[in-house]
């Protein structure tokens, strides 16, 4: 047996910082992106959605990250706000993991002459993506709190393999997908200054969104996970 | 002793298969069914490539595997026979590790009647038969953790027919890729690229076993 309550955290006061950070710091990026930073010598100005896309394949990186690291502390303390934890950060991962493979398909079109291509980095990351779906729906199929969370735990344990797989799979494999330009052995970045920073603004925009969403989605499965347990009692 | 329980979790398991062989028997159905109406489908020419007939075949294999595996797990839920080795000391990790023993002995079954079959329809020439032995090994090791792992976590809920298989393939796809190629290099006769996927595929056997092993006790309720 298990017990919650929706109490007001110091998450949930920062909440409206982390919103008003978000906002500030993806005009900025957005800024930086769209203006301040210079077309590609090659891409021309399609570089541009580069930006928004390899922040997007951050966020699904870190958020089914998050998966794994609150699937291990619920296994482990079987408190329940990790399970909160688990399924909000696997929700906004999935979200932005379908981004990136949208975006990813905008940026193939003009460059690669396709929408699609069979190509490692975007298979793996379609099968991530297709793994944290399933991760979703096993969640939806149980209506008793700890055996989905326990479940769930397990399986966010097993999906995580794939993170790895899917940066490495371009260094692996041969892939029609650039390298990475910045997460690189050495971390030596290849790209030019302004473009650098451009992404690494973009990145800490998405960053701050995903602590936002995070608080927000977090404080709705508390408030869910306690009306459970009232019904129950 | 840990091993001592393993051991009769496996003896339980080939005895109420051999008791009830009623998963194996649908699962050699399956797999022969598939590999006969894929071939038809895909055209008995294109069928008889190496890449098509070993794709094919462990497409098959894999959706067979998940079959017999759900079918085992089932029959412990009728009888309620699973409550009783899970109240046993050290059950679970018996459980798991006895089940993917005697479901990877299943498995290999299933294999030996699909390949014979495959290589029957399609007029496949093997010309590295070792190694095409030492690919359906690996292959064989490589699935059974991976599918009992994801039967166990789906365990008791609704829609888990649908459900298995939505979660154990894009974590088998490395398996089926590799298996796949390793497969289609026997028959065609490179050597160093059917050793080379029979590695990768021990490798993703002992990273699932052990990954297993560590969690699916969690899971078992």
């Known amino acids: 047996m298990i017990s919650t309550t929706a109490k007001t955290t110091s998450a949930l006061r920062a909440r409206p910082f982390l919103g008003a950070a978000s906002v500030v710091a993806l005009f900025v990026a957005l800024w930086m992106a769209l203006v301040w930073s210079p077309p590609d010598a090659v891409m021309g100005n399609v570089v541009r959605i580069l930006y928004v896309h390899v922040a997007n394949a951050w966020l699904a990186y870190l958020a089914f990250v998050v998966v794994f690291l609150a699937s291990i502390a619920y296994l482990w303390t079987k408190r329940p706000v990790f399970d909160a934890i688990a399924v909000a950060s696997a929700e906004i991962g999935v979200l932005f993991c379908g981004l990136t493979l949208v975006l990813g398909a905008i940026w193939a079109r003009p460059t690669w002459g396709v929408w699609w291509s069979w190509e490692p980095r975007v298979i793996t990351t379609a099968v991530m993506f297709a793994m944290y779906v399933g991760y979703l729906l096993l969640r939806n199929l149980s209506n008793d709190l700890e055996r989905r969370a326990t479940r769930a735990a397990v399986l966010g344990i097993v999906l995580v393999v794939d993170v790895p797989i899917v940066h490495l799979s371009v260094t692996w494999m041969n892939a029609l997908h650039q390298l990475p330009s910045v997460l690189r052995p050495g971390l030596d970045p290849t790209l030019d200054p302004s473009m650098l920073a451009s992404l690494i603004a973009m990145t800490i925009a998405f960053t701050f969104l995903y602590a936002y969403l995070m608080t927000a989605r977090v404080a709705i499965e508390r408030r869910r996970q306690a009306r459970i347990l009232e019904a129950r009692a | ?221």
Request: hydrophobic content about 65%; proline content about 5%; aromatic content about 4%.
């Open chain 2, 1 to 221: 002793m840990m091993l001592e329980r393993i051991r009769l979790a496996a003896a339980r398991e080939a005895l109420a298969e051999r008791g009830q062989p009623d998963g194996l028997i649908a699962a050699v159905t399956f797999v022969a069914t598939l590999i006969l109406v894929e071939s038809l489908a895909v055209g008995p020419l294109a069928a008889t490539q190496p890449e098509v007939a070993s794709a094919l075949f462990w497409i098959a294999m894999v959706f067979a595997a998940i079959l017999a595996t759900t079918r085992s797990f089932e029959r412990e839920l009728e009888d309620d026979a699973i409550d009783a080795v899970l109240a046993l000391p050290g059950g679970r990790d018996a459980l798991y590790a006895g089940k993917t023993l005697a479901l990877t002995a299943l498995i290999a079954l299933i294999a030996l009647v699909g390949g014979a079959l495959s290589l029957l329809l399609l007029s496949l020439e093997v010309l590295l038969p070792a190694h095409l032995a030492l690919v359906l090994v690996a292959g064989i090791l490589a699935l059974a953790p991976v599918v009992v792992l994801f039967v166990v976590i789906a365990l008791r809920l609704r829609s888990r027919a649908a459900l298995v298989p939505i979660l154990a393939l894009p974590v088998l796809v490395p398996q089926l890729v590799a298996a796949t190629n390793g497969t289609a290099a026997a028959i065609s006769g490179d050597a160093a690229a059917a050793l080379g996927w029979a590695g990768l595929l021990l490798a993703f056997a002992l990273v699932y076993s052990v990954l297993g092993l560590t969690i699916v006790p969690a899971a078992l309720e």
